[in-house]
């Protein structure tokens, strides 16, 4: 299992972010929320994924940015957990949702809890 998280998992198109939006569905495990839609883009890889922190809860970019690495480096090292369980592409947002500012510890057991989460509901 190889822990990165390379260029081509990053979501960045547009449109798929509208359409998380849009028609997505969410899983939540107090502070994370996990937004994802079936992409059904051609050649689409398996996992598309991007963070978000919202400035209504950390004023400071400097903050934001500081969970935003949290969160990506949190999903690098446990998204071994979403692909093993999933058959079709996927693109994925995921947020930190609280003004509460968890260790890196307590927000990587919140993520395991998340992924694992996800997975019993596409089941």
Same mark, same amino acid.
Do not use: C, W
């Given at each position: 299992m190889q822990f990165?998280?390379?260029k081509k998992e990053k979501l960045k198109s547009k449109t798929t972010i509208d359409l998380l939006f849009s028609e997505g569905n969410s899983v939540s495990k107090f502070p994370l929320r996990l937004v994802y839609v079936e992409n059904k883009e051609e050649n689409a890889e398996q996992i598309k994924m991007g963070v978000s922190v919202s400035k209504k809860y950390f004023k400071k970019?400097?903050?934001r940015n500081y969970f935003k690495?949290?969160?990506r480096e949190t999903y690098r090292l446990n998204k071994h957990l979403l692909i093993d369980n999933l058959e079709k592409p996927y693109a994925f947002? *995921?947020?930190y949702q609280t003004k509460e500012r968890l260790s890196y510890q307590e927000i990587e057991e919140?993520?395991?809890q998340l992924f694992q989460? *996800?997975?019993e509901i596409k089941k």
């Amino acid at each position: 299992m190889q822990f990165t998280y390379p260029k081509k998992e990053k979501l960045k198109s547009k449109t798929t972010i509208d359409l998380l939006f849009s028609e997505g569905n969410s899983v939540s495990k107090f502070p994370l929320r996990l937004v994802y839609v079936e992409n059904k883009e051609e050649n689409a890889e398996q996992i598309k994924m991007g963070v978000s922190v919202s400035k209504k809860y950390f004023k400071k970019a400097v903050d934001r940015n500081y969970f935003k690495r949290v969160l990506r480096e949190t999903y690098r090292l446990n998204k071994h957990l979403l692909i093993d369980n999933l058959e079709k592409p996927y693109a994925f947002m *995921f947020f930190y949702q609280t003004k509460e500012r968890l260790s890196y510890q307590e927000i990587e057991e919140k993520t395991i809890q998340l992924f694992q989460k *996800f997975n019993e509901i596409k089941k």
